[in-house]
């Protein structure tokens, strides 16, 4: 199974860079996790937020992959115990799928990324800075994995 977080916006301060990777590189290469950025649309454009919205969209898909699960992070979505989040990434390592995460940009994900999407995850009811959730959900799949497999740092 592989792992990747496709999310809008190439340009990141280097604190997440380094978090994300941090977390990233400790996960086994059976539940290997990894970051595909695609561009925002130009907003200097004045086509509007539905336009940006899909224009994000076609990337984030095309980066997902057509056979990938579609995992859509919105603020809608479902809560996730650390518990939750460890079953879940247990069953779809046995079904040996691809998983994609979807992570949109500042106007959220466009009506058809969350149609297509197979579950929605909420991280929080906050709203947090896109760059920000790179790196809190590289921590919650290793903290889940190491529940899955008895490692102690979920302690």
Do not use: N
């Not at 860079?17 to 996790?33: E, M, V």
């Not at 509007?48 to 224009?55: I, L, Q, S, Y």
């Not at 999407?117 to 903290?143: D, G, K, N």
């Amino acid at each position: 199974m592989r792992l990747k977080l496709v999310a809008v916006g190439a340009r990141v301060p280097g604190w997440v860079d380094a978090g994300f990777a941090d977390y990233a590189r400790r996960l086994p290469r059976d539940c290997r996790l990894e970051l595909v950025a695609v561009a925002a649309a130009d907003r200097r454009q004045g086509r509007g937020v539905d336009h940006w919205r899909e224009e994000e969209a076609e990337r984030l898909l095309t980066a997902a992959g057509r056979d990938a699960r579609l995992i859509a992070l919105d603020v809608s979505g479902r809560s996730l115990s650390t518990e939750d989040l460890s079953g879940r990434l247990e069953a779809w390592r046995m079904e040996g799928r691809d998983i994609a995460l979807l992570v949109g940009g500042p106007d959220g994900l466009a009506p058809r990324c969350l149609d297509d999407a197979e579950m929605r995850w909420s991280l929080s009811a906050l709203t947090l800075p896109h760059a920000l959730v790179r790196v809190v959900v590289a921590e919650q799949i290793y903290r889940a994995w190491t529940l899955m497999t008895g490692h102690p740092y979920h302690r």
